[in-house]
């Protein structure tokens, strides 16, 4: 499992009108791709049904690019693994 393209994946469900290309670790999800606070939530459940993970709002409102949310993930599914 690639979680940069489990994020796309979301990203792109979300928000059909980004093009995956766009979306690369560095970009910013407010600035670079027009994520609001609403887009962001949605994305964590597209993300959470996809992998069976839980990304707690609190985490979600501290990620600010596409690698940030590429991180979390890969930290939760290292403890669920464990």
Known sequence: ???LEEVK?????????IESSEI???ALLKDDLDIDSLD??????????ALGLTLPEED???????????SLIE?????RNA
């Open 40 to 49: 962001q939530v949605e994305v964590a459940l597209a993300l959470e049904e």
């Open 75 to 79: 930290a939760k599914l290292k403890v």
């Open 9 to 17: 994946k979301a990203i792109c469900k979300v928000n059909p009108g």
């Open 60 to 70: 979600m409102d501290e990620v600010t690019t596409v690698g940030d949310i590429v």
């Open 24 to 26: 690369v670790a560095g």
């Open 1 to 3: 499992m690639n979680a």
